[in-house]
């Protein structure tokens, strides 16, 4: 079993920044590919950002690369989302996610939300124009 809980989010003004935390539970972290999803009002959850269990290959929504970058620690369980130049578009709520890469190529990712096993509860982003 994997808890996840972000934290980080807020109100921010468009042109902002925010760092995006999320805290896994779990005993052996690099055994999890991780991701970022999002949701707004009335939208489906879609993909924002994923990271490979080592970290080094990384993937994102063409709505958000160069302005979003994922990274990840294995040594303290946590992904990170560090987002600049936020625009109104970008106000969600922002889930981590985490798949099971136990066995996975160093450089594979999950990038459908079915690939992910454990999801956190969410933390709300608002970008004010």
């Known amino acids: 079993q994997v808890q996840l809980v972000e934290s980080g989010g807020g109100l921010v003004q468009a042109g902002g920044s925010l760092r995006l935390s999320c805290a896994a539970s779990v005993r052996t972290f690099s055994n999890y590919a991780m991701g970022w999803f999002r949701q707004a009002p009335g939208k489906e959850r879609e993909f924002v950002a994923a990271n490979s269990w080592t970290g080094d290959t990384t993937y994102y929504a063409d709505s958000v690369r160069g302005r979003i970058t994922i990274s990840r620690d294995n040594a303290k369980n946590a992904v990170y989302l560090q987002m600049n130049s936020l625009k109104p578009e970008d106000t969600a709520v922002y889930y981590c996610?985490?798949?099971?890469?136990?066995?996975?190529?160093?450089?594979?990712?999950?990038?459908?939300?079915?690939?992910?096993?454990?999801w956190g509860q969410g933390t709300q982003v608002t970008v004010s124009s």
């Open positions: 996610a985490a798949a099971y890469a136990l066995g996975w190529a160093t450089d594979r990712i999950a990038k459908f939300t079915p690939e992910y096993r454990y």
